[in-house]
Structures are given as C-alpha cells and as structure tokens.
C-alpha cells in the first residue's frame, strides 16, 4: 500500500512538474515537411536539404501557412523590383525575412554565396524557406555555396543545385564550378 501511494505520488509531482516547466515558453513548432508546401500548391517546392525548404515564388497565403506549419526563416533572391516580389519586407514578422537580389548570372558572386551561407547559419536547425520565382537562382546559389563554402566536390555541388531547382543559371555555374573548358574556379 505504501508503495503505490508513493508511485502514486511521484506520478503527480513528475506530471506537475512536466508541465509548469513549459510555462512562459514559446510552443515548439510543428514539423515543416516538403508534403506542407506541396499540398499549399507552393511553386516548384523541394527539399534538397533536411529543413531547406527551396521553391518559386510564394503567396502571402503560402508565405502564412508555411510560418504556422513551423517554418521560421524566409530568404528571397528575387530583387524587391521584379513583378511579384518586394511585398515581404513590410508583411513578415520582423527577423523571419531577408533578401539578396540576385537578378541573373552576374551577380553569382562569392560575395552573394557568403551572404546566403551566413543566412543558413543563421537559421541554424530551424526549418528556412529559399526561394526565387522559379528557384533557379536557389539552385545555383546553393549549388556555389557546397562547393565555395562547404568544400563540396563541384559534381556534387551542381546535383545539389539541380535538385534544388537549377535549371537555365546551369551553364554559367558549371563554369563557376570548373566543370566546363576554359572554366575558372
């Protein structure tokens, strides 16, 4: 009899303790899956990357269902002056979205790369959303950032881009990446 009331005691203590130590703290974020952005009909959507969520161009109702399906971190590459782009900045929350303009293949710099890789970092373990209109531009800055950035073999670093997205940048980053004559890495 002691016994069990001594369970049954320890039962209540460890209960009550379980949940007044989340009090004041923020509730975990669900899980961001690539199925999340699918079924919000998101552009394009992959996950090249555990957490990396790359796509085109997302909506205001996309951009709100992806943040309350756990998504903390949104990176633009499209510049604020293309069609479609530039309403983020005054509608995110603040520290939840960047942009790095990136218009075509001159601004494939490492200086672009390092802004991006800085971002990810960032983001850490959070779940990020990287996107472009088409996430051509995602690819292949993802794909220069393996390869400059991580020390990523550069065949590899261009399958990540392509998974990510990569489609017409493809030419002037495989040059970037040294896997064309005449390239320079």
Known sequence: MKS???SFTALIVFTLVGSLSG???????????????????V???????????????????????LAEGGYRHFISLRPESENGAGWEESYAQPGTFNRIPIAGAADLTRENVAALDRLLDEAGDDPAV???ASSNRVGALLALRAYWMDGVPAEEAA?????????????PVLELLGLTEGSSR
Do not use: K
């Open 43 to 65: 552009r394009n959507a992959r996950m090249p990357i555990e957490g990396l969520l790359t796509s085109g161009q997302v909506t205001e109702e996309q951009y709100d269902a």
């Open 130 to 132: 990287l996107y472009c």
């Open 159 to 171: 399958e990540l881009g392509r998974a990510a997205g990569m489609t017409r940048l493809e030419a």
């Open 23 to 41: 009090c004041g703290e923020a509730e975990a974020p669900s899980v961001a899956t690539l199925e999340t952005a699918t079924d919000l009909g």
């Open 4 to 6: 069990s009331f001594f």
